[in-house]
């Protein structure tokens, strides 16, 4: 696509620099700019963090480098008391959705009693299907070939290979989408994508690791919250809530389960 001022004419070098200026101005260095067409990336480099790679067009748009973009907005977010509000909102409506949730479809509000409802799910799956579960048939098998194919491919890594945050990363993420599962909470999907929302741990999961906090509980339904891409994009790995914040609202949740699986996560 040509730029209207230069309409059937190649854009060069100088033309694309210097519409890259009318947007803005002198703050970026294009020295080392070697533009071909508008659609490549050109190099450019940023006072504050150095080179970076952005789309020529992207840039003659209005584009910016996006660490500055994503400082600049987290100063702003985390700044504004509104903003702060929202996780503690955000999870009690997690709490208020599950707890209507369960009333209507269990007739209890407690999900602490939660092999109750598991008991109920497999006798559907027996029903329905002649096993607890449709993934059981023959899912030793399937799984075992799977791995073995991801890894001959090089698309996958074995967890003993993968470093310790990546393996934590990973069952936090395994629990959070078995919260969902259990749990209903399908809310948290809405509008899900890249660019919409996103599903964040407000306690976040960094923060979980570097202060061993048990994966089951990050996952957790009462730490998930459903936050617009440029929201949890601002929030970066910063947590809203401290762990004794976390764990007094998984207390309010599952009180009534005094099981050792309940006390090894709060303690």
Known sequence: MQDPKFRGKRLTQDQVIERFKEKHGDYYDYSKVEFKTVWDDVTIICPRHGEFQQQAKRHKNGAKCRKCYL?????KFMQKPEYRKLA?????????KLKSGMISKYGQDNPSKIEEFRIKKRNIFLEKYGVE????IDVKSR???????????GNWIRDED????????????????????DFDAYWLLEKRSRYENHIDHIYSIKDGFENNVPSEL?????NLQSLSSEQNCAKGSNS?????DLKSAYNVIFGGDSSLRKKKLLS
């Open 240 to 244: 809203w809530i401290s762990i004794e």
């Open 218 to 222: 990050i996952g957790s339904i009462v």
């Open 133 to 136: 579960n449709p993934f059981q």
């Open 88 to 96: 503690s909102e955000n999870m009690k409506r997690n709490q208020d």
């Open 162 to 181: 993968r470093k310790p945050f990546a393996r934590y990363k990973k069952e936090v993420w395994r629990y959070t989408n078995q919260s969902i599962v």
């Open 71 to 75: 400082e600049d907005i987290n100063g």
């Open 143 to 153: 799984i075992k070939k799977t791995i073995k194919t991801h890894l001959s491919n």
